[in-house]
């Protein structure tokens, strides 16, 4: 509150809050009296010590006052507050007392100590007073570097220090066993961590005396740790087993010796009483049969209590009240005397005894802690004993077996808890009081604690957590069970439990972190003789203890007196223990070891404080005013007799009431403390009011929980599993609000401990919490209701109802009488959202305390009204709930049950008969239901169910006389319904508008909070995303969709699954698949699917996709209506299966028909040639990896009809065949050496052949014309060029839109080109990472068309060659994917058993038909680009009269017409073709050239051993043209004799490139730039000019051959022949060219001499 701004009205107020007022502890009458000298500083906090005090002020000032010893003296009193002045500018943000020094906190969390320092208190070491406030070092030793601790709080005894960290962990320091360090070396001046409560999430400590106390935060379950199998200090096993005769013992109650100190005054004679556990090892147990008369009493572990300690035998319910102290203490001097002892018990019944024992009790307990005893009665017959004891014995255990065997997630106590009076239990037995229902409010709770805690009475140091956590994996124990509990009640017991949900809530989501846990678990340690540590027991504790009663009870605030403790709980109330000397407890029941109930008379406690020996209450009075009350020591200070007497119960400081609004109450050691603000405009009241509506609203959500969920859910037959599981999910809803309003409460009692800023208040910040937990619970309470399972409720838990009918007609606020039960669960769980109401009307009576125009106010208001339009919104989906419950009363029954839904509400209905059928039968009956998820269309017997998500409707135009008609449309149905009049269709279009509206938005659970709830509504989307299952369209039957649709049909993007499996997964349009999609076919015999991903049209496979069948080939390629059609590649099975093969080529309808090329792997053979029906049949070549080359007809698969056969020799047959590799018929054989043998051949190639014919040698015939025929040329029996991969190019002509090549729209063409180019890229946008930068570059350019206007001129020729090489650098351009595919195809047919050197020519004439078929293509895109062999003529500009290279004139390139740039598809297309096609073409040129260039390279090596004089001179080079010097890495050297690899190296290096070019014009430049570089370096020799002649050109350019060294001349020099452009033959480069060849064949003949 300190610098923020204020509103002028809260300023005033600021001064009047904070006042602090004393008194003298010990009266009750005495007024309170302002402190004096503060002069309107607002005190935020107080701490008091045995004789002084501390205050903080808002600005973060310390004061103190009383006896201040080690500043002034020892008997001086300052009345008036001293400020610390050590302190100033510190900003303190809380301080603390102990009974003689004090601590202060600043706000970076730094510690000062000051005061009494005889036991190292403040921290200091040898110095036993700290007169000023001192720095206190806390650092983390386990870090490092060493990082000091912030410190959020402190906590003060007698002789000790505590410092909670920011890290919520404990540091100690000070002197006892009260700080919980692990050692015995006092005093501890350094801070040290509190280590056994290291990990854990620390709340708050508090310190007594010689006692220190922590909340800590339960751990949530999944943290549980493996529970040990023994203790971890005395090594002991944990759990023992005892066997006896006829049952087993089991008992987990290990007590661990180690850590308790004995003091020196204890008594040597030690109680021994009897106790719940059950010895280790030493077990005894009465003999149990039906009919004996003796109740077991177990033989119980022996445990020292104090002499003076009552002693107690408890029952098998564990009830501590029940003490046996009628006949005075009995102490026993042996363990024999106690077996005496207990058998003696056994003997006379133990009833009397208990029952005398209750009576003789020194006060009856009040109701709220009456235990509902199940002890057994003394009328009652053995068998009842032993029943009830049973019961009992049962529902104490049997209910935690069955949980550790079924869900091994509840501890007992939970699982007690949870079922309030189990309904196990066969009533009351005889003899005990049967307690009325507010009883039963806590004592079955109260109960449970003692339970739990009696196995806990060890002063154990095993780590807590690992004893028991928050009930997770509990190790089995049956405390002393006796193993024949009947199986069919343990199995009742366990069904319930199967049944129950967790009703604490298990979750630690947002709201925990949020706001104050509540799942809390008291720790204590120190010195125990007065019992303040609360473990049952008076020993002292060296460590932490958790005092397990205490667990499950949401306390939120721990007070430590000198010799007691207080614990408050979120239902404001105080369990308190310890020291009740004086009565400051609250309550007289003994033993005071263990928790128990305070009985305050005020309506809720939210504040205790505990003094020296007595305690302050402060409690909500009637009109929310807090009222003080006071238990402890009484002084009557009349005739100064000093009297001391006690009070009997807390009473109520009338005088404190008149101050002011007590925010909060301190007590010390003789003086009392309050906080009180002036309630100025009503804030402070608000607030009050607020938190105490709050706290009363969780108290009272608690006893519904407790009284009315717990025994309902714990009911039998409660009807289908559906009701229980809306049941119980309404129960852990309301358990969750339940648990976040005590929260809450929490909070708020915190918040009025504080600075009361408004707009920190937790329901302004965190508004979302709770309006999200009131919606949740509000839909899940609906939900119960539409199913009426409020009704169905009503039978089962009729006696539990009719029993508490008070209780609950109070818990529901509903006084009328004969009302019906089912109203009342009604009212009582509807109840609480009337508290969104409170929380808005408090909220605008603090808003009013504010400037309307402060941000305060606008928050304050804006809260104000989104509770309360969610109370708005809530009221009217529970009427809808209620109208949806009428209806289903009503609607017949048997339809019921299929369309009742948790969820479904109606919104209207026309039994009115206002809406109809359009051409309806006269007798039908047609009724129509509108639900919030579906139209229903009930006709007698039948209903047809239309979810809205799929619905549209639309009103039909009134001129068709279609009056008053709606039109709906579903996916697979449409009809008219007609209403009776426009106002009602405007009411149901209305309504199935914004019923389809809210389903597609799914928007009916939210509110726009504060929007008032009045959204616009609009006309649901005619384009939607939803889910149908299709029920009779005959493709789809039985399909779900999940996807787009358009009206009514699936459109867009969508997955449809069919029951059998299929899957498709793509784009639809109109309802069939339509695009690219996916689709699976599971293959039920291979148990493997088959799979396909391509193009989709009306519904079927249409366009490119691959499909990988589940026996393992895959095909890719073309479709047509599901079947494969057009160009495709198939390959069928893996390398390593069966038959690998491949097939590449044409299809139609399903069957391999026109050209294709067969890769049969497994043989070894590759047929090219023509197919129909799935078989070769035509022209074919099939060539073999042993070399045999056949070209020829086929017939069905085999070799038939006039066919050539070379075998790698070059032996040839030509002739007939009659089936594979079989000769059949005339022909003609010719051997390598030119002998051939004509005549008739029969037999298979490779085996023996028959021949009948004549035999000829070619030398002997001198007579040319006579000699046989020589081979006739390869390929005229093969398939012609231009027949080959005409698919290829239709499926390119099909996608430019052309029927036939060059018939067509050329524009429409360029539009196609721009379709394909946008759809493929918004697909890959899907997945970015197909596409890298350059290829969306290349996307990008290929956007626009090159244009022509005017004469084509060279430039535009080079923008269409730039264009093509773009289109073909991405195959989503028809022109890319055109030249891909030919690549493919290409590589496909000559790789592998393809790269046959006979298939040279084959290869070059492919090329050639692909350039001519391309070029077409891109005429008809081009029309301007003129035919193959025009020119197109060079412009003026263009430099003329380059220096011809042979001849002196200057080259007007007079040779040809008209000079300009021939076009023709070579030069055009090659640059884009070749180099994707090279590696397969030159492989074929390096094979079949193979022979001539091994004699070439051989050559080669030869020559170039030479030096370059001596080569030069070999090869004839005129001596002038001998370089003189040559430069050598960049410096000028004499060519001498030995000088190799020298001359001419310019030249050489530059012929070396012409392996690193593709195409014959780019080799041909690399020539030309050869010979000018040879001019040059003679030119630089001569110096002069001069012309070549080819005499003197050759050898020089024979040398520059030799010395380039290029392994595959050959095949390149035939590379350029084959492929180069026609009309440069003759040409310059031409010339140059045939030089080159001429060069190669010299150097083969050369004759090395």
């Known amino acids: 509150m300190d610098s923020q701004e204020r509103s002028s009205e809260e300023a005033e107020g600021a001064k009047e809050r904070g006042l602090v007022y004393v008194w003298r502890a010990g009266s009750c009458s005495v007024t309170p009296e302002r402190l004096p000298g503060l002069s309107g500083k607002t005190v935020l906090q107080a701490a008091l010590g045995s004789h002084h005090g501390l205050l903080l002020t808002e600005g973060g000032e310390v004061y103190s006052f009383g006896k201040l010893p080690w500043r002034s003296g020892p008997e001086e009193c300052v009345n008036s507050p001293l400020l610390e002045n050590t302190l100033l500018g510190h900003r303190i943000i809380t301080v603390a007392a102990g009974s003689f020094h004090n601590g202060a906190v600043t706000e970076s969390g730094v510690v000062y100590m000051w005061g009494d320092n005889s036991a190292g208190q403040c921290a200091v070491a040898h110095q036993p007073c700290v007169p000023e406030p001192q720095l206190v070092t806390i650092c983390d030793s386990e870090t490092s570097p060493l990082l000091a601790v912030r410190i959020l709080q402190l906590a003060c005894g007698e002789e000790h220090t505590l410092a909670l960290s920011l890290s919520r962990e404990i540091w100690a320091w000070g002197s006892g066993c009260q700080l919980g360090l692990i050692t015995t070396t006092f005093p501890v001046t350094k801070p040290q961590k509190v280590e056994h409560l290291a990990g854990r999430v620390v709340l708050q400590i508090a310190c007594g005396a010689y006692h220190s106390l922590a909340l800590v935060q339960c751990l949530p379950v999944q943290e549980m740790k493996p529970i040990p199998e023994r203790c971890n200090h005395c090594s002991q096993p944990l759990i023992t087993m005892t066997d006896k005769e006829d049952h087993v013992i089991i008992s987990d109650s290990h007590c661990c010796p180690l850590g308790v100190v004995l003091s020196d005054n204890q008594p040597e004679n030690h109680v021994f009483c009897p106790s719940s556990d059950t010895s280790e090892g030493k077990s005894v147990t009465a003999g149990q049969s039906e009919d004996c008369q003796k109740p077991p009493v177990e033989q119980q572990r022996l445990v020292g209590l104090e002499a003076d300690g009552p002693s107690g035998l408890s029952s098998s319910d564990g009830q501590e009240d029940s003490g046996i102290s009628s006949s005075g203490n009995i102490l026993f001097s042996d363990k024999k005397e106690v077996k005496e002892y207990l058998i003696g018990l056994s003997e006379n019944p133990l009833n009397e005894s208990l029952n005398k024992n209750i009576c003789t009790e020194p006060e009856q307990p009040c109701q709220e802690e009456q235990l509902s005893a199940c002890i057994p009665g003394p009328g009652g017959s053995s068998t009842s004993t032993l029943n009830s004891l049973v019961a009992s014995c049962a529902s104490a255990v049997g209910v935690r077996v069955a949980a550790t065997y079924e869900a091994g997630a509840l501890s007992l106590k939970k699982v007690m808890n949870f079922y309030g009076a189990p309904a196990s239990e066969p009533g009351p037995p005889a003899g005990s009081r049967s307690p009325g229902p507010e009883a039963l409010k806590d004592s079955r709770e109260e109960q449970v604690r003692l339970e739990s805690m009696q196995g806990k009475k060890s002063s154990s140091l095993v780590d807590i957590r690992e004893e028991e956590s928050e009930g997770g994996s509990r190790r089995l124990s049956l405390p002393g069970l006796l193993s024949q509990v009947s199986p069919r009640l343990l199995r009742k017991v366990g069904r319930a439990k199967m049944r129950t949900v967790a009703l604490t809530p298990t979750y630690s989501g947002e709201a925990d972190a949020l706001l104050p846990s509540l799942r809390t678990e008291v720790w204590s340690w120190g010195k125990g003789k007065e019992g303040q540590?609360?473990?049952?027991?008076?020993?002292?504790?060296?460590?932490?203890?958790?005092?397990?009663?205490?667990?499950?009870?949401?306390?939120?605030?721990?007070?430590?007196?000198?010799?007691?403790?207080?614990?408050?709980?979120?239902?404001?109330q105080v369990y308190s223990w310890g020291?009740?000397?004086?009565?400051?407890?609250?309550?007289?029941?003994?033993?005071?070891?263990?928790?128990?109930?305070?009985?305050?008379?005020?309506?809720?406690?939210?504040?205790?404080?505990?003094?020296?020996?007595?305690?302050?209450?402060?409690?909500?009075?009637?009109?929310?005013?807090?009222?003080?009350?006071?238990?402890?020591?009484?002084?009557?200070?009349?005739?100064?007799?000093?009297?001391?007497?006690?009070?009997?119960?807390?009473?109520?400081?009338?005088?404190?009431?008149?101050?002011?609004?007590?925010?909060?109450?301190?007590?010390?050691?003789?003086?009392?403390?309050?906080?009180?603000?002036?309630?100025?405009?009503?804030?402070?009241?608000?607030?009050?009011?607020?938190?105490?509506?709050?706290?009363?609203?969780?108290?009272?959500?608690?006893?519904?929980?407790?009284?009315?969920?717990?025994?309902?859910?714990?009911?039998?037959?409660?009807?289908?599993?559906?009701?229980?599981?809306?049941?119980?999910?309404?129960?852990?809803?309301?358990?969750?609000?339940?648990?976040?309003?005590?929260?809450?409460?929490?909070?708020?009692?915190?918040?009025?401990?504080?600075?009361?800023?408004?707009?920190?208040?937790?329901?302004?910040?965190?508004?979302?919490?709770?309006?999200?937990?009131?919606?949740?619970?509000?839909?899940?309470?609906?939900?119960?209701?539409?199913?009426?399972?409020?009704?169905?409720?009503?039978?089962?838990?009729?006696?539990?109802?009719?029993?508490?009918q008070e209780l609950l007609q109070k818990l529901s606020d509903k006084n009328e009488e004969n009302l019906q039960l089912v109203e009342v669960l009604n009212a009582l769980f509807f109840?609480?959202?009337?508290?969104?109401?409170?929380?808005?009307?408090?909220?605008?009576?603090?808003?009013?305390?504010?400037?309307?125009?402060?941000?305060?106010?606008?928050?304050?208001?804006?809260?104000?009204?989104?509770y309360e339009s969610l109370a708005v919104h809530l009221s009217r989906k529970m009427k809808e709930a209620e109208y949806t419950l009428g209806f289903w009363k009503t609607f017949p029954g048997k339809m019921t049950d299929s369309?009742?839904?948790?969820?479904?509400?109606?919104?209207?209905?026309?039994?009115?008969?206002?809406?109809?059928?359009?051409?309806?039968?006269?007798?039908?009956?047609?009724?129509?239901?509108?639900?919030?998820?579906?139209?229903?269309?009930?006709?007698?017997?039948?209903?047809?169910?239309?979810?809205?998500?799929?619905?549209?409707?639309?009103?039909?135009?009134?001129?068709?006389?279609?009056?008053?008609?709606?039109?709906?449309?579903?996916?697979?149905?449409?009809?008219?319904?007609?209403?009776?009049?426009?106002?009602?269709?405007?009411?149901?279009?209305?309504?199935?508008?914004?019923?389809?509206?809210?389903?597609?938005?799914?928007?009916?659970?939210?509110?726009?909070?504060?929007?008032?709830?009045?959204?616009?509504?609009?006309?649901?989307?005619?384009?939607?995303?939803?889910?149908?299952?299709?029920?009779?369209?005959?493709?789809?039957?039985?399909?779900?969709?999940?996807?787009?649709?358009?009206?009514?049909?699936?459109?867009?993007?969508?997955?449809?699954?069919?029951?059998?499996?299929?899957?498709?997964?793509?784009?639809?349009?109109?309802?069939?698949?339509?695009?690219?999609?996916?689709?699976?076919?599971?293959?039920?015999?291979?148990?493997?699917?088959?799979?396909?991903?391509?193009?989709?049209?009306?519904?079927?496979?249409?366009?490119?996709?691959?499909?990988?069948?589940a026996t393992g080939e895959v095909y890719e390629g073309c479709f047509q209506d599901n079947m494969r059609h057009g160009h495709g590649l198939l390959r069928s099975g893996k390398l390593t299966s069966s038959s690998p093969s491949m097939f590449i080529g044409q299809w139609i309808m399903d069957k391999k028909c026109g050209y294709g090329v067969f890769d049969d792997i497994t043989r070894g053979e590759k047929y090219m040639g023509m197919w129909q029906d799935d078989l070769c049949q035509g022209n074919g070549v099939v060539v073999t990896q042993f070399g045999l080359y056949y070209e020829g007809a086929f017939s069905t698969n085999k070799m038939m009809g006039t066919g050539i056969l070379l075998s790698e020799d070059d032996t040839v047959y030509e002739g007939e065949f009659s089936d594979n590799w079989t000769l059949s018929g005339k022909g003609t054989l010719t051997l390598p050496n030119g002998d051939c043998i004509e005549g008739l051949f029969s037999g298979e190639w490779g085996s023996g052949?028959?021949?009948?014919?004549?035999?000829?040698?070619?030398?002997?015939?001198?007579?040319e014309k006579d000699k046989p025929k020589a081979l006739r040329k390869l390929g005229i029996l093969a398939v012609a060029p231009d027949e080959k991969w005409k698919a290829v190019f239709e499926e390119c002509w099909n996608q430019l839109g052309c029927e036939s090549p060059g018939q067509g729209d050329r524009w429409k063409a360029w539009d196609n080109i721009a379709v394909a180019l946008t759809t493929n890229r918004r697909q890959h946008k899907d997945s970015p990472e197909l596409l890298s930068r350059s290829h969306t570059q290349t996307l990008e350019s290929l956007e626009f068309i090159p244009q022509h206007i005017g004469a084509f001129t060279l430039e535009k020729y080079e923008n269409i060659k730039k264009y093509l090489i773009k289109a073909c650098d991405t195959p989503l351009h028809p022109l890319g994917k055109l030249v891909e595919t030919l690549v493919a195809v290409y590589r496909m047919t000559y790789v592998g058993v393809g790269a046959n050197r006979r298939l040279l020519q084959e290869a070059v004439r492919e090329i050639k038909s692909y350039l001519k078929r391309i070029f077409q293509l891109v005429r008809f895109l081009f029309p301007d680009l003129p035919e193959e062999g025009s020119t197109i003529p060079f412009l003026a500009t263009e430099p003329k009269g380059r220096r011809s290279f042979c001849s002196g004139k200057s080259d007007s390139r007079s040779e040809s017409p008209e000079p300009g740039y021939v076009v023709t598809s070579f030069g055009l297309l090659l640059p884009v073709l070749l180099p994707r096609l090279y590696p397969p073409l030159f492989m074929l040129y390096a094979l079949d050239n193979e022979r001539e260039e091994d004699v070439y390279w051989e050559c080669v090596l030869r020559l170039n051993k030479q030096t370059d004089m001596a080569l030069l001179s070999f090869l004839g080079v005129q001596a002038k043209f001998w370089p003189g010097t040559v430069s050598i890495l960049g410096e000028s050297r004499k060519v001498s004799s030995n000088t190799k690899d020298a001359c001419f190296a310019s030249a050489v290096e530059c012929l070396q490139q012409i392996s690193t070019t593709f195409t014959p014009a780019d080799k041909l430049k690399v020539i030309q730039q050869t010979f000018e570089e040879i001019s040059q370096s003679v030119l630089e020799t001569l110096q002069e000019d001069f012309l070549w002649s080819m005499d003197d050109l050759f050898p020089v350019f024979l040398y520059v051959v030799l010395r380039a060294r290029i392994r595959n001349l050959g095949s390149e020099v035939h590379l350029i022949e084959d492929l180069m452009d026609p009309y440069l033959q003759h040409g310059e480069q031409g010339i140059m060219f045939t030089t080159l060849k001429a060069c190669y064949y010299q150097i083969q003949h050369e004759k090395l001499t």
């Open 1249 to 1263: 052949i028959k021949i009948t014919g004549t035999y000829f040698k070619p030398s002997l015939y001198e007579n």
């Open 533 to 572: 540590l609360g473990h049952g027991d008076v020993l002292p504790r060296l460590q932490p203890l958790c005092v397990k009663s205490l667990d499950g009870k949401e306390v939120i605030h721990l007070s430590a007196g000198s010799h007691h403790s207080l614990a408050l709980t979120a239902k404001s």
């Open 831 to 866: 109840m609480p959202f009337g508290r969104l109401h409170d929380y808005a009307r408090t909220l605008l009576k603090l808003a009013t305390c504010f400037e309307v125009a402060s941000p305060e106010y606008q928050k304050l208001q804006d809260s104000s009204s989104c």
């Open 579 to 804: 020291s009740n000397i004086s009565g400051q407890l609250g309550h007289l029941n003994s033993p005071t070891t263990v928790p128990r109930l305070a009985k305050v008379c005020g309506d809720g406690i939210w504040t205790t404080a505990a003094g020296l020996d007595y305690s302050l209450f402060l409690a909500d009075e009637k009109d929310f005013q807090p009222g003080l009350y006071y238990c402890g020591q009484e002084s009557s200070t009349e005739n100064n007799l000093n009297e001391n007497s006690c009070t009997k119960s807390p009473v109520l400081l009338v005088a404190c009431s008149k101050i002011g609004h007590i925010s909060n109450v301190i007590a010390g050691g003789d003086n009392c403390l309050a906080l009180v603000d002036k309630n100025v405009m009503g804030y402070i009241a608000s607030l009050h009011e607020l938190a105490a509506t709050e706290r009363r609203f969780y108290f009272k959500l608690s006893e519904i929980k407790s009284q009315v969920l717990r025994p309902l859910l714990g009911l039998d037959n409660l009807g289908n599993a559906n009701t229980i599981q809306l049941l119980q999910e309404m129960a852990s809803r309301f358990s969750k609000l339940c648990y976040l309003i005590g929260q809450h409460g929490a909070s708020l009692t915190s918040f009025l401990h504080g600075v009361k800023e408004a707009r920190s208040l937790a329901i302004l910040k965190h508004s979302s919490l709770f309006l999200d937990s009131y919606t949740e619970y509000c839909t899940s309470v609906t939900n119960f209701l539409v199913m009426g399972g409020f009704m169905l409720l009503a039978k089962p838990a009729i006696d539990f109802l009719s029993k508490n």
């Open 899 to 1109: 369309l009742r839904k948790p969820e479904r509400r109606l919104i209207c209905e026309s039994s009115n008969r206002g809406l109809s059928l359009q051409h309806a039968g006269r007798f039908s009956v047609n009724w129509f239901i509108l639900f919030n998820d579906a139209l229903v269309h009930a006709q007698f017997s039948t209903h047809h169910i239309f979810p809205l998500s799929t619905l549209w409707v639309e009103a039909l135009s009134e001129e068709a006389g279609n009056v008053n008609g709606l039109k709906i449309t579903t996916p697979e149905e449409q009809f008219v319904l007609v209403s009776s009049t426009p106002q009602e269709k405007t009411k149901w279009l209305r309504a199935i508008s914004q019923a389809v509206d809210q389903a597609l938005r799914g928007t009916s659970d939210m509110i726009l909070y504060g929007a008032g709830g009045n959204v616009p509504r609009q006309e649901p989307p005619i384009y939607r995303s939803a889910k149908y299952t299709f029920y009779k369209d005959p493709r789809f039957k039985d399909a779900v969709y999940d996807g787009r649709w358009l009206s009514g049909k699936p459109h867009g993007r969508g997955i449809l699954k069919w029951a059998d499996g299929r899957m498709y997964s793509g784009t639809f349009r109109a309802g069939l698949e339509d695009g690219y999609g996916e689709y699976r076919v599971p293959n039920k015999a291979l148990n493997k699917e088959d799979h396909y991903v391509g193009y989709w049209k009306e519904g079927k496979m249409c366009g490119h996709g691959v499909y990988s069948y």
